[in-house]
């Protein structure tokens, strides 16, 4: 008798651990879920960010091109502050204009 009474107590608790087990496993099921749709938004967020480092990379390359040709611009009118980069500018393109004129002379 005393064998069949330790055999129910095994059993209940063998069910309990069981019970807890399989808590334990629905939590991280339901965990993981979250986990899975927070990276899945980030990752719309990362996409996003992208796309405006991309435009905006644009604009300062648009803008780094017009402020150069405002400096040769300000310099052809008479700018002190740029007239050495615009005469260097403008013999580097006589080079290139004169090396066109050869090219085609021959």
Known sequence: ???SNA????????????????????KLIE????LEGTIEGLKGELEKSKSVIATQEDGIS???SEYESLK???A?????DNKRDTKLKINSLI???DYCIAQLAD
């Open 76 to 80: 052809l009118l008479g700018s002190e």
């Open 72 to 74: 040769t611009a300000n």
């Open 95 to 97: 080079r290139e204009i």
């Open 7 to 26: 055999w129910p107590k095994n059993m209940s608790e063998i069910a309990a651990i069981i019970d807890t087990l399989e808590s334990r496993i629905q």
């Open 31 to 34: 965990k993981t879920g979250r």
């Open 1 to 3: 008798m005393g064998l």
């Open 62 to 64: 648009a803008l780094k």
